[in-house]
Structures are given as structure tokens and as C-alpha cells.
């Protein structure tokens, strides 16, 4: 929208000031007139920290030209440059950090989370970036495991953009985008809390992911590959190994999980070509024998190939940079061997009286399901975004056999008032809601496929010309029910909603305190799919809701059902 550029000119100009009165007291000398003592923070809290990262977010018109004039990647890499050494780095700082760099399409996140349990297990201090965050932003960048303090993260953010707005001048006008900042910020952290070690997760693809401006890492690793990101990585498995090969480096060792032969070829050809020693990682089978089968943090058969490798990077770092050669890492005070990684794998959540919310993401077979009991009510709640293969993702989820499958944006509130730590720029509520509409379509499509389903409550819908449907909430706001124009009525038992909270609300039907119940029948949800939907739910004994198909939608769930995650 218009008001980051004007809102965070505004929130750092106290900040500005202050710098500009402290650089008219400083030498000559130096880097860029650069103090070498950390920017003062403006007197300014964590959300303003937040809302000016905000305004760093590529707008969805911007993204959209990217996307279609294609620009050189390895101008992305140039830029990144500039952009570290305005904030104070140069390339060759980045050496002094002993960094394990993890790219993938599936599992790189966990590999990465189980790598640092392990190594913060033997008592040294890990900092660990990755991406997405679920509720707060801080989550991003973590020391020992825990996301960096409001304070620090504050401390950090505006020690950061007050030295790139310091250097701005008519060549270098620009500011990093929000996760080339919060790379480079990361550098910052690492640096000067004085990790021993740094974890770092690819953002998307490798080559000329931002994390590659790296030079010498101690080890790479790359997790399962797949079809992901395609408009910039490449429409085949092998085009995406290709970019996925892209962070080995010379003398580097690198360990892979087991790959299909194509995308597993095109791996080794990357690993020549950079002359990188690269290693296909045993089954974690092998390194349990004789010993105790080992108890991972995080649930799933998958999470082995996972365990694997970050087996793999721990054992190669400690031996590099500790002379040291573990044979099976300690376990964690709870039992269990990685840690956890909330929201991130299968996870369920506790119950909430007579219902259960649990989310799964990465999955490559049907996530695990609750036995039916009962007067059980099962619905689906799903969102997948940007150029995933929304019929695939959705195919393995019809074992489940949800009764209702409910489609919302990753927004928690229509309103733009809410947490800014959710806030994203990068697409519109018009886009979001189309393509709702469409996975809805997909999902009857592959019922339709299936055979069928039975749903004698089912209702048929009205005929609605648009795609919203508003009607009055009490209170004075709207809830919009958006239902497909459909030239005949739906035969799947499925909604679109325009946010997590109304969608929420209508599948909890007033059982959780957190979440106030839909209005009475007649008011936010006129269409008869709704009401007969609602009636379902509210006779059934229990309702298990599965949250799926992306991280933020998890996230916008966790924060709804627990507000103290926001704190």
C-alpha cells in the first residue's frame, strides 16, 4: 500500500537525527564515515521495528512485473553486496562465521532444526536463520534456539536500517527488500553475539538465493528436492537441482539425501563443476546399530531422511571445527533426539474441550488422521499459495475422508489493524480469494473423480452472480462467505472464507473461549451449504480440524488459538 514509505520515514526520524549529530563528531576515516560502536535506537518499540520492516515487503503489482521481465539473478547477488557493506559488512566478516548452509524443497527447515538441537547439545551457542516465521517475526533469527528478544530484535533492526538509510546517496537510493534485510541482519546477530556457530536455511532455491553471497561455509546439505517456486527456479526436478547446487563451494564438503537419479545427476554434475565433495547420506538405520533406535522431536516417517542428514552436518562440523567425531548425539532433557520445530511437521495440538486442531505441513503421503469415534465431525482447512501443485497437495488429503473442507486466505483478520508481524504486502485479498476459489474447485474436482460423496445434510447453494456474499456481523462489521458462480450447485460439502478468524469461528461454533460464536442463523451465514454445515457441527460429539498446505495459515491458527504466542 502507500503508507510504509511515508509511515517508516517517519518512525526512524528520531533515530536519523541522532546519527546525523553523532556523524558530524566523527573522523574522516573508515568505512563510508561508518562509527564503529552500534546505531542508536530511536526511542521506538518492537512493533514500530516490525512496521517498518513491513515497508521493505515487495508490493504484488512489483512482484508481478518481476515475474515477468525476469531479471538477472546475479545482479540479485551483486546487489546483496552493496547492501551488506552499506550496513557495515564486507563479504570476507561473513568468513569468521563457521556457517552449515541447508537448501532443499522438502525438509530443509527440520534438517536445519535438528542440526541445531544437536550442536546446542554439546554445549556450544548456535544461531539459526530460516523462514517462514509462524507468529512473530523475531522467530527468524534465533540464539540457542530461542527467537531473538523483542529488545534485541529492535536493538538489531534499527542498528541495521538506520546505517543503510545513513548511506543512501543518488547512486544507492535503494533499501534492501524484507528478506534480503533480515539476511543481512542476521549477519549482524551472529556476529556480535558471538555464536560458535551459525545454521543457515536457504530461502528459495540456492544459487542466487541472498544466503549464497557466503563464501566458506563449513558444510552444505540439501534435503529432498521437488517441484517448487517454478517462475524462478525452473519448471523440472532437474532445472531445481541445478539452482539447489548452486550453494556448494570449493573444498566444501556436501551430503545429500537420497534423490531421485535425474535430479540426484544433476547434483553431482553441480558438485564437479565447483569442485565440492559431495556425499549421499546413509539411512538413519545405519547409524542406530547396535545402539538404541533413536527418538526424534519431530513426528513423521520423513523426518528420518531428515534426522539423517543433519546427523551428517553436526558430525562433519564437530569433526572440522572440534577435531571431534561423535557416534550418536546426546539426547534432549525430554527423551528425544532434535528438538521440536512448532507447526512446521505434523504436529497436534491439545484438545480444546470437545475439539482438536492439529497441522501438518511437508508431507509426501497422507498426514496422520484421528481413529473416527462416534458423532465426529472432520474438516480440512487449507491454503496453499504462489505456483504449488495445489491438486497434488490436495489428492493425498482425500484418504482422510474430511466431512467439510473449508478454504481461507493466510490472513487472521480482514482488518489491517491487526498484528504487523502478519502483515503481507506481497498480495492482494482480490488474488488471495481467487485463488481459494480455485483450490475449492480442485478439491470437488477430485471428489468428483473419487466417485463422489455423500452429504444428505448438504444443502444445495443459491445462485450468487459475484464472488462475495456480504452480510451484516454484530458489531458493525461484515463476514463475506464467498461461494464459486457455478453454472450447477456444488456437490462437495466445502466453504471459502475471506480469513482465519471467521473461518474459525464458524467451524468452532462457539466451543472455544478465544473464538466468539457465529452470529445466530440468519445473520453472517445466509447460504444454506453454511447453516446445514453449521447444524453438523454443532451436534457433533467431537471436531477434529486438520490446518494444512502452509506454514502461514499454521501460524495465523496458532496465533488465534493462543494469543500468548503474540506476546
Known sequence: GAWPERRAAGMVARGLRALRAAAAGRGRGGRRGLSTRPARAPAADYQDAIRTLNSLQTNASFLEQLRRERPDPRAQLEAMRGFLERSGLQVEDLDGLNIIHVTGTKGKGS??????????GYGLKTGFYSSPHLVQVRERIRINGQPLSKELFSKYFWLVYNRLEETKDA?????????RFLTIMAFHVFLQEKVDLAVLEVGIGGAYDCTNIIRTPVVCGVSSLGIDHTSILGDTVEKIAWQKGGIFKPGVPAFTV????????????????LGCPLYVCPELDAFEAGSQALELGLAGGHQRSNAALALQLARTWLHMELLAQPSVPPRSKEGTWGGSWGGHTNTRWPCRGPWGVGGAIGWRSPPPCCPRSGSEVRVLLFNATGDRDTAALLKLLLPCHFDYAVF???FTELS???????????????????????????????LEEKGGQETPWLSPPRQVGGLLEPAPLRGGGAALLLVPPAERPLNSPSLVFPCLSHALQWIAQGRDPHLPAPPPKGGAHPQPVASSGAVLLQEAATIHVLVTGSLHLVGGVLKLLDPSLSQ
Open 111 to 120: 534438517a536445519c532444526a535438528f542440526t541445531e538441537r544437536i550442536l546446542r
Open 171 to 179: 547512486a544507492q537510493a535503494s533499501m534492501p527488500a524484507y528478506f
Open 258 to 273: 537420497p534423490q531421485p537419479e535425474r535430479p540426484l545427476e544433476v547434483l553431482r554434475d553441480r558438485a564437479r563443476e
Open 408 to 410: 481461507c486466505p493466510n
Open 416 to 446: 489491517v489493524t491487526g498484528s504487523a508481524d502478519q502483515q503481507n504486502f506481497t498480495v492482494t485479498l482480490e488474488n488471495a480469494l481467487t485463488r481459494c476459489l480455485e483450490n475449492q474447485k480442485t478439491w470437488g474436482r477430485l
